[in-house]
């Protein structure tokens, strides 16, 4: 039936994903370290290793687990689509700790503002506007204050977008905005190839006392179709690396 969602599906994957990435960078971690860092119950997150576990991509042991390497590399294409994802996941974190308790925040429907999502769970108070479809799942079930742009839905990227996202995002004043893009280049110009997601985040700009770029490293010196504004236009970078030395400087 329409609107069911299943055990198995995108955003309990995301998270395993998520676990998956502090094993590899901590094997040690344990149940209570991945609840803290996750921000979920330590239940969900026994329930999460058992999963991973039938799964054939971790072994269970006792008060935590151990990533099986041959088998992680036969992770289904969801668990894997982004190469980036622990960076990714880094990001999230430091942007996400920029919100504080009573903020009315907008994200766009980038993976890398899906990844605040986790992060934003400690939060009070908190009302979020997203244009993207399962970041606006994940934080329902986070029990965050979530409302969606709606419109039509890019299929690969399950973002909204359109003259109805834009109407509705006019009409609301958030104190941030975090978002993303495909490109930046040397010279500070954010590039993106989907003209309808670059559009809605010009709306998005007006509407945002603050804009915040997550940027990974990925994404600098690649230039795409479309021009979404330099960084002159906005009020913060969050990346994985140093861009002093990347952007050139002005005179």
Not at 69 to 82: G, H, K, S, V
Request: proline content about 2%; aromatic content about 8%.
């Amino acid at each position: 039936a329409c609107g069911v969602r299943r055990k198995n599906d995108m955003v309990i994957s995301e998270r395993h994903i998520m676990i998956v990435e502090e094993l590899k960078k901590d094997p040690t971690v344990s149940v209570k370290q991945l609840s803290e860092r996750l921000f979920v119950s330590e239940p969900t997150i026994r329930r999460d290793l058992t999963e991973l576990h039938n799964k054939g991509i971790i072994t269970k042991v006792y008060g935590g687990a151990i990533l099986n390497t041959a088998a992680y590399r036969e992770i289904p294409f969801f668990l894997r689509e982004n190469e980036k994802s622990s960076t990714k996941v880094e990001i999230g974190r430091k942007a996400a700790a920029m919100v504080e308790d009573g903020m009315v925040v907008m994200l766009d429907g980038s993976t890398s503002a899906y990844y605040m999502v986790p992060y934003l769970a400690r939060l009070n108070n908190l009302t979020v506007i997203t244009s993207g479809a399962k970041t606006a799942v994940a934080l329902a079930e986070a029990n965050i204050r979530t409302f969606c742009t709606g419109g039509q839905m890019i299929i690969h990227s399950y973002s909204y977008v359109g003259e109805q996202a834009e109407t509705f995002v006019r009409n609301i004043n958030a104190d941030a905005l975090f978002f993303s893009c495909h490109g930046l280049d040397k010279y500070g110009r954010m590039t993106d190839n989907a003209i309808e997601e670059a559009n809605l985040r010009k709306v998005m700009f007006r509407q945002s006392t603050k804009k915040i770029l997550l940027c990974d490293s990925s994404k600098l010196g690649k230039t795409y179709f479309y021009n979404m504004g330099t960084v002159d236009d906005i009020d913060g970078i969050i990346s994985d690396v140093e861009l002093s030395d990347f952007l050139l400087k002005k005179n």
